[in-house]
C-alpha cells in the first residue's frame, strides 16, 4: 500500500465566486469537518476532506484584495502569510467575470510567493459564450504559470473530481494531521499536542531541536470504561537521528515522555489516560510545514 499523503490547500477568491459551495461540494462527499468562523490564526482552516489515503486542509485566505484602508493591508499581511505556508493555492474565480484589478492584485501576490497554484474557473454551467470565456481564462494564464486550469460547477458538482485527483497527485506524503472522525476543529487536540512537546522538550535538553511537532491523532473515550480516555499522538522529527534520541535506550524515554504528558493531561481532561506515543521522521518537515506554526501547532499561537 502506498504511504499516506496530507497537505494544506489555500483558497483564493473574491467573494462570491463560490469558495463555500466548493468546499461543501467536496466535503459532502467524505467525513470532514467544517469549523467555526475565523477568530484567530489558526481558525482559518474552513475544512478537512479525509479519505482513507489522503488528508486535504483546506485554508480560508480572507482579505486577499486590494487594501483600502489599513485594516485591510493588515488582513492582506496575513493572509499573504498563509499564501507562502500552505502547499497549494486554488485560485477560484467566477466563469462570467472579467479579468478585473484585483485579479491582478492576487497574480502579483502570487508571483512573489513559490506556493504552486491552481486556476479554478467555477459557475461554468451558467456559461453561454465559450470563446468569451477562453479569451478571459487567457488574460489570466497568460500572466501567471498555473499549474493546471479547471472548469466547474460547485453547485453542480462538475470536473469536481478531477480538481480532488489533481490535489492528491501533487499531495506529499505526510501525516493524518486530524483524527478521521473529528467533527471540529476543536483547540483541545492542540492543547493535548503541546503539552506533550513540551514534555519532548524538557526530557530531551538541547538534543531535539524545537522544529519537532505534535500531533493527536485519536482521542477518545474508551468504550468499555467511561473514565478513561484514549490517546494516540505522533511525535514528527526531521531526522532518524532525532527518533533515537527521543525513543531512548531500550525505550526509556519515551517512556518518560508519555509518564509525565500524561499526568498533565490527566488534570486537564479530568479522566484517567492511556496515551500511545509513535514517533515518526519526516524529511524537511520543517521547511514543508513551518505552517503549522502558525496555524497553531506550537505554544505562541495557543
Ligand atoms: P463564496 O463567497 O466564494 O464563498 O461564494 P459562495 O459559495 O457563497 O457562492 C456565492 C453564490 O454563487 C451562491 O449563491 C452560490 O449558490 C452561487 N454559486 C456557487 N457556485 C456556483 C456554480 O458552480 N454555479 C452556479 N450557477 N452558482 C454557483
Ligand atoms: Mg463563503
Not at 492542540?190 to 512537546?197: D, T, V
Not at 468499555?224 to 522529527?237: C, F, G, K, R, Y
Not at 532518524?240 to 486537564?268: D, F, H, N
Not at 479522566?271 to 501547532?297: A, M, P
Request: aromatic fraction near 8%.
Amino acid at each position: 500500500m502506498s504511504e499516506f499523503k496530507s497537505g494544506f490547500v489555500g483558497l483564493i477568491g473574491r467573494p462570491n465566486v463560490g469558495k463555500s459551495t466548493l468546499l461543501n461540494n467536496v466535503l459532502g462527499r467524505k467525513i470532514s469537518i467544517i469549523s467555526p468562523k475565523p477568530q484567530t490564526t489558526r481558525d482559518v482552516i474552513s475544512g478537512i476532506y479525509t479519505t482513507d489515503t489522503e488528508q486535504i486542509i483546506f485554508v480560508d485566505t480572507p482579505g486577499i484584495h486590494k487594501p483600502k484602508h489599513e485594516l485591510g493591508k493588515y488582513m492582506n499581511e496575513i493572509s499573504f502569510e498563509t499564501l507562502e505556508n500552505v502547499d497549494m493555492l486554488l485560485f477560484i474565480i467566477d466563469g462570467e467575470e472579467e479579468y478585473g484589478s484585483g485579479d491582478e492584485y492576487v497574480i502579483n501576490l502570487l508571483k512573489k510567493t513559490e506556493t504552486p497554484c491552481f486556476l479554478v474557473v467555477n459557475k461554468i454551467d451558467l456559461i453561454k459564450d465559450k470563446n468569451r470565456l477562453m479569451e478571459n481564462v487567457l488574460k489570466f494564464t497568460s500572466n501567471y504559470d498555473f499549474l493546471d486550469v479547471f472548469y466547474i460547477s460547485a453547485l453542480n458538482g462538475d470536473n469536481i473530481d478531477k480538481l480532488l485527483a489533481s490535489i492528491t497527485k501533487k499531495l506529499e506524503v505526510g501525516p493524518m494531521y486530524y483524527p478521521k472522525d473529528q467533527i471540529s476543529d476543536h483547540p483541545e487536540n492542540f492543547i493535548i499536542a503541546e503539552i506533550i512537546r513540551e514534555k519532548v522538550l524538557l526530557l530531551t535538553k538541547e538534543e531535539v531541536p524545537h522544529s519537532v511537532a505534535v500531533v493527536v491523532e485519536n482521542k477518545e473515550r474508551d468504550l468499555e470504561n467511561e473514565s478513561l480516555t484514549n490517546i494516540n499522538a505522533v511525535i514528527v522529527v526531521e531526522r532518524p537521528s532525532q527518533k533515537k534520541i527521543i525513543i531512548g535506550s531500550g525505550g526509556k524515554m519515551i517512556k518518560q515522555i508519555g509518564t509525565e504528558a500524561r499526568k498533565e493531561l490527566v488534570m486537564i481532561l479530568g479522566t484517567k489516560v492511556y496515551l500511545e506515543l509513535f514517533v515518526k521522521v519526516i524529511e524537511d518537515w520543517r521547511n514543508r510545514n513551518s505552517e503549522l506554526k502558525k496555524l497553531g501547532y506550537f505554544k505562541d499561537r495557543i
